[in-house]
């Protein structure tokens, strides 16, 4: 996606929502792709990473666990398996054993049924495959410790029951020296130790000369001195030897070990690469759990249609504070593709204008966006803002000559796949000269089709969106009695900045206001009373219908008491109907009586006649194929007394039958190789294999 300035995502605070992503991160690979997040101009992968998060978010709010519970940061074991030569510790060959335990247990998460409803996550691991034979190679030399078994190799074990053997040969023989030297007064309180990795006893110094063996040093106070007996000496040097070979050994078992596991190299940075997806999405659920992020509808074409859309940072902020967030509700599409807010300071406009671009930009990042799913939003080559003060020191450009330059730029570069965003457009110059030039932009972006969102105060402006094709007004509501904000976005009617009014309650001379009305042109004063008055009227529309709405309601609670009080009408009709099923109960009564009588003259003509398959028939008849058949042709004929059969492809808004209940639905969205059907009042997602299309028979009167 382009972007105008370099600093649009900061402007936008898309920054804030990538680090609030990485919170939720816990590899590294997930963080560097939160750090990373791109954004793409390409529906099929916006659609995909959107899925992959929606999907995620419903395991959680379903509570199934998903197994990605391992951290693990293996870059430098899996770069040490790239090396020749190399040899990893008996840890390290655990972290890898974990590592490809994990995957499996995600391959066994995607069982026949997940992989179609979950196939998104499924997509993920889809090109690559479980290797098993990488946990038998580890389990085969290490222990659940990491320690190499025993018996990892003939030789090893060899090696080990010689040294076992020797060791305890030595400790026979050192505990009879020691024994001997206790008896004779020549120890002292330490007894025994080990020094250069041979075992000595302790005696007094003065006594060393009295014990034949190898003195191997003294303590700091001399009074001790630490001695090898003669006769443990060469068993010393045997346990020396084997303990040699056994280091020598497990040396060859482990870098075999690691030259067999670098040949699944690929394989394992696979399986350490789809862990820190998995990560990643995982982390993006969190975050759309946080906001309240859901999955809108995509389409083809530039559109922005918003229902309850949020500004997640705002949202987040409200709610510590325990403060309610007003929700924003706009649409821009082919017909009105511009749209001029206007309205007092301080309303709500540029939040509005923020949140907008900041959830285009989260949607085509594939994060999970804060809107009502109904809304139906599409994808945008290019982005532009403008808002604040662009004033350049760098190049001596004054604010206005700034604003110029970005606008140049806006008209020269957009197009239908343009989403820009200008604050207060046409400010910085002189009201009359700075309107007419803001008109000239407008009608040249709207000209060339482009998408986007301008706040203003100028008078123009606002005249202009009713007559130019593709702009539209809108105004953010203000309460004029309390002189408060609204930040509610009302479209199709210009705003009023309320100028007089907020002069007139905040106390100031009215000798003075009166003076700068006469400074004013008197059409512009008109016009701008005019829309005070109409949004104040407005507003009072607006409250005659939270009235209207009420009164339903209560309407709506006399209808429930009415049907409490048919209540026994209905249990009328449930006792007529409970009549009817044990007429039923009595019919399949005398069926089966009359089944018994026949099942025993089969009994009486098995044991008359020769001919048994002739009987059998008769059985199986009796048994299985009325019974089958009258049961099968009730239920289809009750569906095809409905409903026939059509050809063709499926789409969203067909009526459709599930081949394995029989029960019909409507199509609300087609998902790869599956399609959401509702059944009555509950969405369920179906392979396509299992649906065809019906329609309803038309009734012969």
Same mark, same amino acid.
């Given at each position: ?224 001195a630490f001695l090898e007996p003669e006769e443990t000496i060469q068993l010393n040097n045997e346990v020396f030897s084997l303990e040699r070979e056994e280091e020598k050994e497990v040396y060859r078992i482990l870098r075999t070990l690691t030259s067999n596991l670098a040949k699944h190299h690929d394989l394992l940075t696979g399986y350490h690469d789809i862990l820190g997806i998995f990560d990643f999405i995982r982390a993006k659920a969190r975050l759309a759990l ?157 000209? @060339?089709?482009?998408?986007? !969102? ?6 123009? #402006? %606002?005249? /202009?969106?009713? =007559?130019? +094709?593709? *702009? ?106 409970? @009549?009817?099923?044990?007429? !039923? ?6 069926? #089966? %009586?009359? /089944?018994?009588? =026949?099942? +025993?003259? *089969? ?21 299985f194929h009325k019974r089958s058949k009258a049961i099968n042709e009730k239920i289809q004929k009750k569906v095809d007394n409905k409903f026939q059969e059509i050809k063709g492809e499926v789409k969203v808004g067909d009526k459709v039958k599930i081949r394995t209940n029989n029960q019909v639905g409507k199509v609300l969205e087609l998902r790869s190789k599956a399609a959401v059907v509702q059944v009555g009042n509950i969405p369920i997602q179906v392979k396509l ?13």
């Open positions: 996606m382009k972007l105008f300035p370099d600093s649009a995502l900061y402007q936008l605070e898309f920054d804030k929502v990538k680090l609030l992503l990485q919170e939720h991160c816990k590899t590294e690979l997930g963080k560097t792709m939160a750090a990373e997040l791109r954004l793409h101009t390409h529906i099929d992968f916006v659609r995909t990473a959107l899925q992959q998060a929606h999907e995620y978010k419903q395991l959680v709010l379903l509570q199934q666990h998903f197994p990605n519970d391992y951290i693990l940061n293996l870059k430098k074991e899996l770069r040490l398996l790239e090396i020749q030569g190399a040899v990893l510790t008996g840890e390290q060959f655990m972290l890898i054993r974990k590592l490809t335990e994990s995957m499996g247990s995600i391959f066994r998460f995607f069982d026949n049924d997940r992989r179609v409803t979950y196939s998104a996550l499924y997509g993920v691991i889809e090109r690559t495959h479980y290797e098993k034979k990488i946990v038998t190679m580890i389990d085969e030399v290490l222990d659940e410790a990491g320690q190499l078994l025993d018996n990892a190799t003939p030789e090893l074990a060899k090696i080990r029951m010689s040294l076992y053997r020797k060791r305890m040969e030595l400790r026979r023989v050192f505990d009879r020296i020691l024994g001997k030297l206790q008896k004779q007064g020549y120890l002292a309180d330490i007894e025994e130790s080990f020094l250069n990795g041979r075992r000595v006893v302790a005696i007094f110094a003065e006594q060393k000369r009295m014990v034949k063996g190898i003195l191997h040093g003294e303590s700091d106070t001399r009074k001790t946080d906001i309240n992020g859901n999955y809108p509808m995509l389409v083809p074409h530039a559109q922005v249609h918003l229902v309850e859309a949020y500004h997640p940072l705002l949202l987040l902020y409200n709610r510590k504070q325990g403060k309610p967030t007003i929700p924003v509700n706009m649409t821009l599409d082919k017909d009105n593709h511009i749209l001029v807010i206007s309205g007092p300071n301080a309303g709500g406009k540029t939040v509005t204008l923020k949140t907008v671009g900041l959830i285009q930009l989260m949607l085509q990042a594939g994060l999970l966006v804060p809107v009502h799913p109904t809304s139906q939003l599409g994808i945008f080559r290019q982005v532009m803002i403008h808002i604040g003060d662009t004033q350049s020191l760098e190049f001596e450009l004054s604010t206005y000559s700034s604003h110029l330059k970005n606008m140049k730029h806006f008209m020269e570069s957009a197009n239908g796949r343009t989403l820009f965003f200008i604050d207060e457009l046409g400010s910085g110059s002189d009201p009359n000269l700075g309107g007419a030039f803001a008109e000239v932009i407008m009608e040249e972006l709207a000209r @060339k089709h482009a998408f986007g !969102i301008v706040t203003t105060h100028y008078l123009n #402006l %606002k005249v /202009m969106a009713g =007559k130019v +094709k593709g *702009i539209v007004n809108a105004a953010m509501g203000f309460d004029e009695e309390k002189l408060a904000p609204l930040y509610r976005l009302i479209i199709g009617k210009p705003g009023s900045s309320y100028t007089f009014s907020i002069a007139q309650r905040i106390g100031l001379d009215q000798s003075l206001i009166n003076r700068a009305r006469k400074l004013v042109d008197d059409g512009h004063f008109r016009l701008d009373k005019l829309l005070n008055k109409a949004e104040q009227d407005m507003q009072k529309v607006e409250s005659k219908e939270k009235e209207l709405q009420k009164l339903l309601k209560e309407n709506e609670k006399l209808k429930k008491e009415y049907e409490l009080l048919s209540d026994k009408e209905r249990k009328q009709h449930e006792y007529t109907l409970q @009549k009817l099923q044990n007429k !039923i109960r009595e019919e399949e009564i005398q069926y #089966l %009586k009359d /089944m018994e009588r =026949k099942l +025993k003259q *089969i009994v009486i003509e098995w044991k008359r006649t020769d001919d048994k398959q002739k009987v059998i028939r008769q059985a199986e008849e009796l048994l294999a299992d649906l065809v299309l019906v329609q309803e028979r038309q009734q012969v009167e």
